[in-house]
């Protein structure tokens, strides 16, 4: 990372006239609004984004329905001195919901030699310091055992024990059992697992087995702290779920499941996720609304529409209507009245006032349904949804599309490119988009690094799972784009936003967060998007650049004045740049710089979560006419007062 000193040498002011490259902005004639919710976030279960993600949950395959055939993730604790065995036991289910438990026999233990069973939790349990964790589980044992069952966080050897509590009160019944623990001054590792274990011998069959660590905003069954800060830092003004594919699922009968993600955890058996592995369906509904809410972010709510990846689709006409009423019940439980049937679900799970929500999309990337039925899918789930809820805006998932002659209120375009594919492409952005048509909203963007290894392909694999500094310089001259032609793109959201960086837990590359069990950290396109979104205006104001291959864009902030330039250089060299603002006759001579340069290979890392982050500097002499020198290889937000 280069060192502010550098900064500061590097962006050097003159005054006077200058000959080659110019950039002019327009002040005169603002060219529209910027959109209020320009910026904003795109989520869907890939990569481990929830399960062993931004969903808290510790404990992986909890329900005991990841593997029909084995407890996946579960192991038998013992010693030379203690026996047991764990089997799954669908003979004695939890309930209707969860069709199966664990079986601990433990046939050898003493105190000093327990036995039982651990969970290694997702790529690890964290122990963090002075932290308490909440365990829950539902357990039941055979006549003549009742307790106490141990329950703990230990290292993978066995040799610590992190912290502890114990259990008792076991009956032949099923039993909820709560409790809560706190670790010591200790080193943060991710070398643990969650025993338990027992003392003596017994059987004892276990339910739903959950570990949480403190939440945001504390709320149960919550999210994350690190992750959600991270989030907020983005100053997202939507959020855009359940998907993404995610929402379609392979087969009809996998789509998101909603109606069943939602109340007490052990009420949710989960369902098979299109990314190749189960999904908890903790992360359900109300969790996603409420996520929002704690984001102080609007849902954009992508409802399921008839088609599956695997050219699974319902026929438009009385077949769907059964998936119709699936997504006005939907739109019911987000923001029906208490006295509705979903209304009252929602209150009833715990939130009675209804949030607010502005856009529904009709299901995603329909363009992919090769037998093309989109448009009377559409036009029906459109019909019904206008007649219940004429105040919602419909977004289509396919641009230019007949829809049956129905309208849509805004398109979701997608765009995955490289870089030098965003860099050209940028230059003239949005000449030829029709703005008496929908509004557009870029549901999924992201800039990779490499034409040739696009994002799905298994040569991405090997990268690692965020890009380095020469994605964030495309993704910054797309965002540049769309701020400019903000009067029509309205929304915009990478995609995706988590990735679990553990080997085996990611499918797509390049994702825009990446952690693992004990931290997280920001890619350079994290750090190019929280520059863009944490300082946007009111006004867009036209610019020319000319003799340059820096790209940009300017906005107004009409209560201060401000005049908050975007610029991006992709060279690898610094680039002067003249900067002229028509009609502005005078400048304050401070202005705040907000600069990400690295080189185009460096990049951020669990090891390195700093590497590349933007600097804030104080540029001063600042006057008409003033040139920057921009960098090599930069992304630079200049903020510029005019009184
Ligand atoms: O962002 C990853 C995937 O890309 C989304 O699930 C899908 O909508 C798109 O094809």
Redesign the pocket.
């Known amino acids: 990372m280069r060192s502010i000193s550098t900064f500061a040498i590097l962006i050097a002011i003159a005054t006077g006239l200058v000959a080659g490259p110019s950039f002019t902005i327009d002040a005169t004639r603002p060219a529209g609004k910027v959109s209020p919710k320009l910026y904003g976030l795109?989520t869907?279960e890939?990569n481990h984004s929830y399960d062993g993600g931004l969903y808290a949950e510790l404990i992986s395959n909890r329900a005991f329905l990841d593997d029909a055939k084995s407890p996946a993730n579960w192991s038998v604790v013992k010693d030379n001195a203690s026996a047991a065995t764990i089997a799954l036991d669908p003979a004695t289910p939890l309930n209707d919901k969860l069709p199966t438990s664990l079986r601990l026999t433990v046939t050898q233990a003493t105190k000093d030699h327990p036995a039982g069973v651990a969970n290694s939790g997702y790529w690890g349990i964290p122990v963090h310091p002075k932290t308490e964790y909440r365990a829950s589980l539902w357990a039941r044992a055979k006549a003549g055992f009742s307790g106490p069952l141990t329950v703990s966080i230990v290292s993978n050897d066995g040799r610590t024990t992190f912290s502890s509590a114990k259990i008792s009160g076991l009956t032949s019944e099923w039993k909820k059992f709560e409790v809560t623990f706190k670790t010591g001054n200790v080193t943060p590792t991710a070398q643990a697992r969650f025993a338990i274990t027992l003392d003596q011998p017994g059987t004892v069959n276990l339910g739903l087995v959950s570990l949480f660590p403190p939440t945001w905003n504390n709320r149960p069954n919550g999210l994350r702290k690190d992750i959600m800060q991270m989030l907020v830092d983005l100053n997202p003004k939507f959020l855009r779920f359940p998907?993404?594919?995610?929402l379609e699922g392979n087969k009809i009968d996998e789509r998101f499941p909603w109606q069943r993600t939602l109340g007490p955890i052990e009420d949710r058996p989960g369902h098979w996720c299109n990314w190749g592995y189960r999904s908890s369906d903790g992360m359900g509904l109300l969790e996603f609304l409420e996520w929002c809410e704690d984001m102080h972010a609007e849902p954009v709510l992508a409802l399921y529409a008839g088609y599956s990846l695997e050219q699974e689709r319902v026929k438009a006409g009385p077949d769907l209507e059964p998936f119709v009423k699936e997504d006005l019940d939907e739109i019911e439980y987000v923001i029906g009245d208490t006295n509705t049937t979903w209304g009252a679900r929602r209150a009833k799970d715990g939130h009675p006032a209804p949030f607010a929500l502005t856009y529904v999309e009709i299901g995603?990337?329909d363009f992919f349904d090769q037998a093309k039925t989109y448009d009377a899918r559409y036009a029906q789930i459109a019909d019904a949804i206008r007649a219940k809820y004429p105040q919602l805006k419909l977004i289509s998932t396919i641009a230019d599309a007949k829809l049956d002659g129905r309208k849509a209120d805004m398109v979701d375009l997608?765009d995955?490119s490289a870089t030098d594919d965003f860099l050209k492409k940028s230059r003239n952005y949005g000449a030829d988009i029709n703005r008496r048509g929908a509004e557009i909203f870029v549901g999924?963007w992201a800039a990779h690094e490499d034409a040739a290894v696009r994002?799905?392909d298994t040569a991405a694999h090997k990268l690692p799972p965020t890009p380095t500094m020469k994605s964030a310089i495309g993704d910054a001259a797309f965002m540049a784009v769309m701020e400019r032609n903000s009067d029509i793109i309205k929304m915009q959201c990478y995609?995706?936003l988590l990735v679990n960086v553990n080997p085996g837990a990611r499918q797509?590359r390049p994702n825009l967060i990446g952690y693992d069990a004990l931290s997280a950290y920001g890619s350079p396109s994290y750090y190019a998007i929280q520059m863009f979104s944490r300082n946007v205006g009111d006004e867009i104001l036209p610019v020319t650049f000319s003799g340059t291959s820096v790209q940009g864009c300017a906005t107004r902030d009409n209560q201060t004045g401000e005049i908050i330039i975007k610029l991006v250089n992709p060279e690898l060299t610094p680039q002067s740049l003249p900067v002229e603002i028509n009609s502005i006759t005078a400048l304050k001579s401070k202005a705040t710089v907000i600069t990400l340069s690295a080189n185009p290979e460096d990049t951020n890392s669990i090891r390195r979560p700093r590497n590349v982050v933007p600097i804030t500097t104080t540029l001063s002499g600042v006057k008409p006419g003033f040139t920057l020198t921009l960098p090599p290889y930069s992304v630079v937000v200049l903020k510029l007062k005019t009184r």
Not at 243 to 246: D, K, S
């Open positions: 795109m869907e890939i998907g993404g594919n995610y995603n990337e997608h995955y999924e994002p799905w995609a995706p797509w």
